[in-house]
């Protein structure tokens, strides 16, 4: 399954699981697994905290302070630090499916995670059956 996501601003998490779970159950799969892909050098995936949106806010701050902005950087773009955030996040993520259901944590979400934004993005889901 593919989708697409239109970000608002140049960094922002939005909160993908439900998506990720209608691919599972649209695949039909009870159990194996869901990868999720996104296909971009300027945004990546995490797992992390879905209940407080303080932690989206914390981690945001966290990225900009250890990937700050810098005229130092030689890419021409000028969006080498968007680059770092994509490269220490990762471009997907894999999770267990169990009776049709991710096997997230209580308090887990998957995010798509923008670093370059506004874009539109592409995200990919595999369901793999075991």
């Given at each position: ?10 960094a922002q998490f939005i909160n993908i699981t439900d998506l ?7 695949s039909g799969i009870s159990t194996g697994f869901a990868v ?64 049709g259901r991710l096997k997230l944590g209580t308090w887990q ?22």
């Amino acid at each position: 399954m593919q989708f697409t996501i239109s970000t608002e601003r140049e960094a922002q998490f939005i909160n993908i699981t439900d998506l990720v779970q209608r691919a599972v159950e649209e695949s039909g799969i009870s159990t194996g697994f869901a990868v999720v892909f996104v296909p971009h050098t300027t945004a990546g995936l995490t797992i992390n905290e879905n209940a407080d949106p303080d932690v989206v806010h914390d981690i945001l701050l966290g990225l900009d302070r250890a990937f700050p902005k810098s005229p130092a950087y030689r890419h021409s773009e000028g969006n080498s630090h968007a680059h770092l955030k994509a490269s220490a996040m990762g471009s997907s993520v894999t999770v267990i499916v169990e009776s049709g259901r991710l096997k997230l944590g209580t308090w887990q979400g998957i995010y798509f995670c923008e670093f370059d934004g506004p874009r539109r993005r592409q995200v990919y889901v595999n369901v793999l059956g075991s």
